[in-house]
């Protein structure tokens, strides 16, 4: 069974970092390109980030570019996203999901989120 | 940035009634698109892929067709069990966009 599922989130101070990780199980890992989403409260989904299989390319969203960084290792099946300098807007649900790379990139499976809170 | 624009904001359906959700992209995305379904506190699961291809264990009611910048979702028949958020997706130029979501509930 393909299972993703993250950890790390939490309440954080406005310009502080924190790293978000998924694990991934159920599928050969390294075959995947994989992205990172997030939802604020209510609020629509918004795309953040891209990593190719080998690591060899990243997309960013403009609101976090410079900012997050994600990163992946394949010995151990995760995909982490860096923040750092984090504002109050960036408070959200935040999903890894893996990209059905196929007619369009669409994501078959998503992890359940992990919720990042920045506030003073 | 693609925009994808998304309507209805939402509305309400009773048992077996045929529900139709449109998504417009700013420019033509050649059937780069998805569509996704979201219950309360879950994450989305994807429903249609390249614009019309059912992804797997998706009940046949649901269909998706389109193509240029225009691009439906169609649930034939509505069931309890379909109430949610539906969004739209674009999956062929970076920055990937989403539609706002259509909350479809049961009359």
């Known amino acids: 069974e393909v299972q993703l599922v993250e950890s790390g989130g939490g309440l954080v101070q406005p310009g502080s970092s924190l790293k978000v990780s998924c694990v991934a199980s159920?599928?050969?890992?390294?075959?995947?390109?994989m992205h990172w989403f997030r939802q604020a409260p209510e609020n629509g989904i918004e795309w953040l980030a891209y990593?190719?299989?080998?690591?060899?390319?990243?997309h960013y969203a403009e609101t976090v570019k410079g900012r997050f960084t994600i990163s992946r290792d394949n010995a151990k099946n995760t995909v982490d996203m860096q923040l750092s300098s984090l504002r109050s807007e960036d408070t959200a649900m935040y999903f890894c999901?893996?990209?059905?790379?196929?007619?369009?990139?669409?994501?078959?499976?998503w992890g359940q989120g992990v919720m990042v809170t920045v506030s003073s | 940035d693609i925009q994808m624009t998304q309507s209805p904001a939402s509305l309400s359906a009773s048992l077996g009634e045929t529900v139709t959700i449109q998504c417009q992209a700013s420019?033509?995305?050649?059937?780069?698109l998805a569509w996704y379904q979201q219950k309360p506190g879950k994450s989305p699961q994807l429903l249609i892929y390249?614009?019309?291809s059912l992804q797997d264990g998706v009940p046949s009611r649901f269909s998706g067709s389109g193509s240029g910048t225009q691009y439906s979702l169609k649930i034939s028949s509505m069931q309890t069990e379909d109430e949610g958020v539906y969004f739209c997706?674009?999956?062929?130029?970076?920055?990937?966009?989403f539609g706002s979501g259509t909350k479809l509930e049961i009359k």
């Open positions: 999901a893996r990209e059905r790379c196929e007619l369009g990139a669409s994501f078959d499976y």
């Open positions: 159920g599928f050969t890992f390294s075959s995947y390109v």
């Open positions: 990593i190719n299989t080998d690591s060899s390319s990243t």
């Open positions: 420019e033509d995305i050649y059937s780069g």
């Open positions: 390249g614009a019309s």
């Open positions: 997706q674009q999956g062929l130029k970076y920055p990937l966009t």
